[in-house]
T-cell receptor, first 115, second 112 residues
Framework: AQSVAQPEDQVNVAEGNPLTVKCTYS??????LFWYVQYPNRGLQFLLK??????LVKGSYGFEAEFNKSQTSFHLKKPSALVSDSALYFC?????????????FGGGTRLMVKP | EPEVTQTPSHQVTQMGQEVILRCVPI?????FYWYRQILGQKVEFLVS????????KSEIFDDQFSVERPDGSNFTLKIRSTKLEDSAMYFC??????????FGPGTRLTVT
């Protein structure tokens, strides 16, 4: 079975400071990893993914994430936070042995960026 | 930019009633999904659909649930006899052949 943990319900950061939103995962095979963001009254928007290759992946809106196989982590990062980054962030994993391609999501982390 | 759309945005129904939630996936996508999120809980997978059949379903997706792609554009989720615990936000998603799934804005289902 695959699972995802986001250990922080909320992350607070000042505008202009770097941010990190943590995610750890568990899968049987090799992981496909994703970050999604949810703004109020909106659906989940795809930010970035790791499938294979370079451990540092870049995505939308200046976000990036680092895949660490030994720590089974995929933390989301941004060098300089904006107030408009305030939203709910979800990490998700898909086991590459899973035929149906279902995503398993973490519980979400609310990011609050203060001016 | 093409988007997944869902209707209605909010559905209120009485326990025991049937509901149909509708989704229009991105037009050239091939794989379709339903997820749900009970308030304050994780987003949970319900079902995946490909080539006009269910490819995978979760334990949640019991006989009360069904999916259909009645024409080339719509993808529906039917709940035959709603229960209070079916109250949740239901998300439709689709993908083409890439790995990322694209989600709609969701339908909030309230069962009273």
């Amino acid at each position: 079975a695959q699972s995802v943990a986001q250990p922080e319900d909320q992350v607070n950061v000042a505008e202009g400071n770097p941010l990190t939103v943590k995610c750890t995962y568990s899968v049987s095979g090799n992981p496909y990893l994703f970050w999604y963001v949810q703004y109020p009254n909106r659906g989940l928007q795809f930010l970035l993914k790791y499938i294979t290759g370079d451990n540092l992946v870049k995505g939308s809106y200046g976000f990036e994430a680092e895949f660490n196989k030994s720590q089974t982590s995929f933390h989301l990062k941004k060098p300089s936070a904006l107030v408009s980054d305030s939203a709910l962030y979800f990490c998700a994993v898909r086991d590459n042995q899973n035929a149906g391609n279902m995503l398993t999501f973490g519980g979400g982390t609310r990011l609050m960026v203060k001016p | 930019e093409p988007e997944v759309t869902q209707t209605p945005s909010h559905q209120v129904t009485q326990m025991g009633q049937e509901v149909i939630l509708r989704c229009v996936p991105i037009s050239n996508h091939l794989y379709f999904y339903w997820y749900r999120q009970i308030l304050g809980q994780k987003v949970e997978f319900l079902v995946s659909f490909y080539n006009n059949e269910i490819s995978e379903k979760s334990e949640i997706f019991d006989d009360q649930f069904s999916v259909e792609r009645p024409d080339g554009s719509n993808f529906t989720l039917k709940i035959r006899s709603t229960k209070l615990e079916d109250s949740a936000m239901y998300f439709c998603a689709s993908r083409r052949t890439g790995f990322e799934q694209y989600f709609g804005p969701g339908t909030r289902l309230t069962v009273t």
